[in-house]
C-alpha cells in the first residue's frame, strides 16, 4: 500500500493557530513553495484568521512544523510572538 503524500498533507492538521486557535490543515498551506527549498526549516505564511495578522509555520524537509509565529500586517515583519 503507499501513501498519496499530497492528499495526506492535504488533510493533515499541520498547527494550531495561536490567534484564532482552529487548526491549520495542510490545504491551507501553499506547499508547492517548498519543493524547491534549498534549505530547511523553511517558512510558509498564511493569512488565516485575521486581516492584520499572519501566520507563519516553520516546516522541515518531512512537512513537519517545527514552530509557529504571529506576524503583524506582513509577513517580512518582526513576529510579534513565537508560538511552540
Known amino acids: 500500500m503507499t501513501i498519496d503524500v499530497t ?4 488533510r493533515k492538521v499541520m498547527s494550531i ?10 490545504r491551507d498551506l501553499e ?3 517548498l519543493e524547491n ?3 530547511w ?6 493569512k488565516h ?3 492584520t495578522e499572519c501566520v507563519k509555520l516553520w516546516m ?8 509557529t509565529e504571529v506576524c503583524i ?3 517580512s515583519l518582526t513576529p510579534e510572538h513565537t508560538y511552540e
Do not use: E, F
Not at 41 to 46: F, H, K, Q
Not at 60 to 67: C, L, P, Q
Open 60 to 67: 522541515d524537509a518531512n512537512y513537519a512544523v517545527r514552530s
Open 73 to 75: 500586517d506582513q509577513p
Open 37 to 39: 527549498a534549498d534549505h
Open 31 to 33: 506547499l508547492h513553495s
Open 41 to 46: 526549516p523553511m517558512p510558509v505564511t498564511i
Open 17 to 26: 493557530c495561536p490567534l484564532c486557535k482552529k487548526p491549520i490543515y495542510g
Open 7 to 10: 492528499s495526506y498533507i492535504w
Open 49 to 51: 484568521c485575521s486581516n
